[in-house]
């Protein structure tokens, strides 16, 4: 069992650029949810995404957005970068009704 | 609105103490809590979860217990070690939801 991976681990944009970062959930899960975690702060609830729809969403910014794929793979969206969006981004995956989150590795996201 | 607090928000210990981490929530009507590991720059680790209908959950050298009354949970760690250096983050996440809402953190050092 892989665990859940993200791919890139590691990315340099530029303000104002867009990025996709990407998130394939633990074998058997179908729930992908993704936070940000600026240094030094707890992860900060994005969306999730459940049956490839949004199912909740937190104070983030419509510059975020989401997709979720028939095999429950999940992208994150962020478009016109800010400085400030610099973060490590997680994701996580877990079975509706079953609540325990399993993270991946994160991807670190720096804006320049 | 639901927050989270942990304390202390550093702890550096010499190894084979046994320890205590704390953390607090405003809101008790919580489904569960989990407790996790991050390495610097790394992703989240599941150490326990506990079910709001639970008391307290053990894994080898950690015991975690949660009074929702109160709205309290503490992570004891036995025998430490300094293998158990990392940030240790509380979450807890509301009925109808499958959000994780977090704290900010316990770092702790543990040296030789």
């Known amino acids: 069992d892989a665990g859940v991976t993200q791919s890139p681990t590691h990315l340099i944009k530029t303000r104002g650029q867009q990025v996709t970062l990407r998130c394939s959930p633990k074998?058997?899960?179908?729930?992908v949810s993704w936070y940000q975690q600026a240094l030094g702060q707890g992860p900060q609830f994005i969306f999730q995404?459940?049956?490839?729809?949004?199912?909740q969403r937190g104070n983030f910014p419509d510059r975020f957005s989401g997709h979720q794929f028939p095999n429950y793979s999940s992208e994150l969206n962020v478009n016109a970068l800010l400085l400030g969006d610099s973060a490590l981004y997680l994701c996580?995956?877990?079975?509706?009704?079953?609540?325990?989150?399993?993270f991946g590795q994160g991807t670190r996201l720096t804006v320049v | 609105k639901q927050e989270v607090t942990q304390i202390p928000a550093a702890l550096s210990v010499p190894e084979g103490e046994n320890l205590v981490l704390n953390c607090s929530f405003t809101?008790?009507?919580?489904?569960?809590l989990q407790w996790f590991r991050q390495d610097p720059g790394k992703g989240l680790t599941s150490l326990l979860l506990?079910?709001?209908?639970?008391r307290e959950q053990t894994s080898g050298r950690l015991n975690a217990s949660l009074d929702k009354s109160s709205g309290r949970s503490t992570l004891y760690i036995a025998a430490s070690q300094p293998g158990d250096s990392a940030t240790y983050l509380c979450?807890?996440?509301?009925?109808?939801?499958?959000?994780?809402?977090f704290g900010t953190g316990t770092r702790l050092q543990v040296f030789p």
């Open positions: 996580a995956s877990s079975s509706l009704g079953n609540t325990e989150a399993f």
């Open positions: 074998s058997g899960h179908d729930t």
């Open positions: 995404y459940y049956e490839e729809e949004e199912r």
């Open positions: 809101d008790s009507a919580i489904y569960n």
């Open positions: 506990i079910q709001s209908s639970q």
């Open positions: 979450a807890v996440n509301a009925y109808n939801t499958d959000k994780l809402i």
